[in-house]
């Protein structure tokens, strides 16, 4: 054992694929990974997980001033276990091992449930289950996409794709719901919606960099009126240029669509900001906010994701932020 950092030289340990040196630090595996003895210390689990989730440059919604002071911690440690699980699951290096940090990641996540908890992660997450009465399930489901990820890289059908999201995006927002007390069964159906609008959002905003970076395509192929779709997007990405004179019009019908069927469930903020008390509304506006802005600037790039990746830039977010501070003003008075 080397007693610096708890680490047994376990069978399970050194059977672990290699990682890439950078994530193995960011995710706190060269400490805490198979094999560790030596669990973390709270305090500092608490400070790993603050840190994961104030150096991520998208997480301007969980980090704002709206989060509560007295749930913050909690969401910092959500976080830090759905960005973790996410790296896992994208930067690995492969799919074989993905799976197999994914399914040790699932089996400490298990333990922890039965109060086993050695990686700062868990650790940190024990109290925040305990105290908010956070059911095991949603962080399961979230694990099942990811693992997903690592045997569907396609989508053929619309309904499919839906079935990926349920998964991989609303039981984000049901732990939110459940750190901040929020269990009406309306205000859990409008967060479905919401959220999955919000991964929807997302995969037509990096169409192209999940084809370059992860080999996916979550376009679905029954909304593409061509043929060819995956050869020709490639031709695309390469070149910077349709490679023909009908792929880019095509690809801007399939993704129009996909964009109309998205919009509308951003709709169910007013049903959910209806469905929770006055205090929290600002926060899950915010949420929704920010993907329904970005859904809006995809269309203003004519939806051509295929040939770069439309973003709101820090002015644009800071103006969202307080917007919803406005908002939670007026929902104090």
Same mark, same amino acid.
């Given at each position: 054992m080397d007693e610096r950092t708890g680490n047994a &030289? @376990? +069978?399970?340990? @050194?059977?672990?694929? =290699?990682?890439p040196r950078s994530l193995m630090l960011r995710a706190g595996l060269d400490r805490w990974g198979p094999g560790s003895t030596v669990p973390c210390e709270l305090g500092q689990a608490q400070e790993f997980c603050a840190r994961v989730a104030g150096g991520a440059a998208?997480?301007?919604?969980?980090?704002?001033?709206l989060v509560p002071a007295a749930v913050r911690g909690s969401f910092q440690a959500i976080y830090a276990f759905c960005r973790i699980s996410d790296d896992l699951g994208d930067e690995a290096g =492969?799919?074989? +091992?993905? @799976? $197999?940090? #994914? &399914?040790?990641?699932?089996? &400490? #996540?298990?333990? &922890?449930?039965?109060g086993d908890a050695a990686h700062p992660v868990f650790v940190a997450l024990q109290p925040v289950v305990e105290r908010h009465a956070l059911e095991r399930e949603p962080f399961d489901a979230l694990l099942r996409a990811f693992l997903r990820d690592q045997v569907q890289d396609r989508y053929e059908r619309w309904d499919d794709l839906l079935s990926y999201c349920r998964e991989s995006a609303d039981p984000v927002g049901r732990l939110v719901l459940g750190v901040l007390g929020e269990r009406d069964p309306a205000a859990i159906a409008a967060s479905d919606a919401i959220c999955t609008a919000l991964q929807l959002t997302n995969h037509w905003q990096d169409a192209r960099c999940d084809l370059i970076e992860r080999n996916r395509i979550y376009v679905p192929s029954e909304l593409f009126r061509g043929e060819r779709l995956e050869e020709r997007f490639r031709s695309t990405v390469k070149v910077g240029? +349709?490679? =023909?004179?009908?792929?880019?019009?095509?690809?801007? $019908?399939? #993704?129009?669509?996909?964009v109309a069927r998205t919009a509308p469930m951003y709709d169910s903020i007013g049903a959910l900001e209806r469905a929770v008390a006055p205090q929290h509304r600002a926060l899950l506006w915010l949420f929704a906010e920010g993907g329904r802005r970005t859904l809006s600037r995809i269309e203003q790039w004519n939806v051509e994701t295929c040939l770069d990746r439309p973003r709101l830039w820090a002015p644009e977010k800071a103006w969202i932020v307080l917007q919803a501070v406005l908002r939670a003003r007026r929902n104090a008075r």
């Open positions: &030289s @376990t +069978a399970l340990a @050194t059977a672990m694929p =290699d990682l998208e997480n301007f919604s969980v980090m704002s001033g =492969d799919r074989a +091992a993905a @799976t $197999a940090w #994914l &399914s040790w990641w699932r089996e &400490s #996540l298990h333990r &922890s449930f039965a240029h +349709a490679p =023909d004179c009908e792929f880019l019009a095509q690809w801007r $019908a399939c #993704l129009w669509e996909c």
